[in-house]
Antibody, heavy 119, light 108 residues
Framework: EVRLVESGGGLVQPGGSLRLSCAAS????????MSWVRQGPGKGLGWVSS????????YYVDSVKGRFTISRDNSKNTLYLQMDSLRVEDTAVYYC????????????WGQGTLVTVSS | EIVLTQSPGTLSLSPGESVTLSCRAS???????LAWYQKKPGQAPRLLIY???TRATGVPERFSGSGSGTDFTLTINRLEPEDFAVYSC?????????FGGGTKVQIK
């Protein structure tokens, strides 16, 4: 059974940093691209970033480019999201999601971790 | 960027009724690269449909997807109590990946 467990969320002031982690089990982690997707309060889901299975290729939504960095450690079956220069509008539940082998849609999701950016 | 518009925003229905949800794209979604998800409060999203019409593993047959180009639909035949949730569409034909705003299906 595939299991994704996020951690690292919390309350941070605007301009601050947080590092999210996603521990994966039940899959050959390095074989799959992974993504972060967020849902702000009262908003729909929003794609944040993706990374290829090898980690060589990364992709970001424009609003986080230059501020967020996605990475992975395949030896530890863990996905990361380093979030710097956080803004109030980054407040959301952040989900780790596995990319399906047939395309960039998501067949397994974690339970999410809440990031609150507020002074 | 492809903008996905879902309508209506909220539907109030009774168990046993059937419903069709709409997802309209601002430009054509090539190769029908459209997925549908179900989201309940406090739970992770669940993949229902990909490729516009292919049910994901374990998804009941009462869920079906159709459409092409810019107009897609998700149909739920005979709503079960566990089907009351928010349903979102997502296109994966063009970067950035985008989601619709969701349709909430609530109990009348």
């Amino acid at each position: 059974e595939v299991r994704l467990v996020e951690s690292g969320g919390g309350l941070v002031q605007p301009g601050g940093s947080l590092r999210l982690s996603c521990a994966a089990s039940g899959l050959t982690f390095g074989s799959y691209a992974m993504s972060w997707v967020r849902q702000g309060p009262g908003k729909g889901l929003g794609w944040v970033s993706s990374i290829s299975g090898s980690g060589d290729n990364t992709y970001y939504v424009d609003s986080v480019k230059g501020r967020f960095t996605i990475s992975r450690d395949n030896s530890k079956n863990t996905l990361y999201l380093q979030m710097d220069s956080l803004r109030v509008e980054d407040t959301a539940v952040y989900y780790c999601a596995k990319v399906h082998s047939l395309g960039y849609f998501f067949d397994y999701w974690g339970q999410g971790t809440l990031v609150t950016v507020s002074s | 960027e492809i903008v996905l518009t879902q309508s209506p925003g909220t539907l109030s229905l009774s168990p046993g009724e059937s419903v069709t949800l709409s997802c309209r794209a601002s430009q054509s979604v090539s190769d029908n690269y459209l997925a549908w998800y179900q989201k309940k409060p406090g739970q992770a999203p669940r993949l229902l449909i990909y490729g516009a019409s292919t049910r994901a593993t374990g998804v009941p047959e009462r869920f079906s997807g159709s459409g092409s180009g810019t107009d897609f639909t998700l149909t739920i035949n005979r709503l079960e109590p566990e089907d009351f949730a928010v349903y979102s569409c997502q296109q994966y034909s063009t970067s950035p990946l985008t989601f619709g705003g969701g349709t909430k299906v609530q109990i009348k």
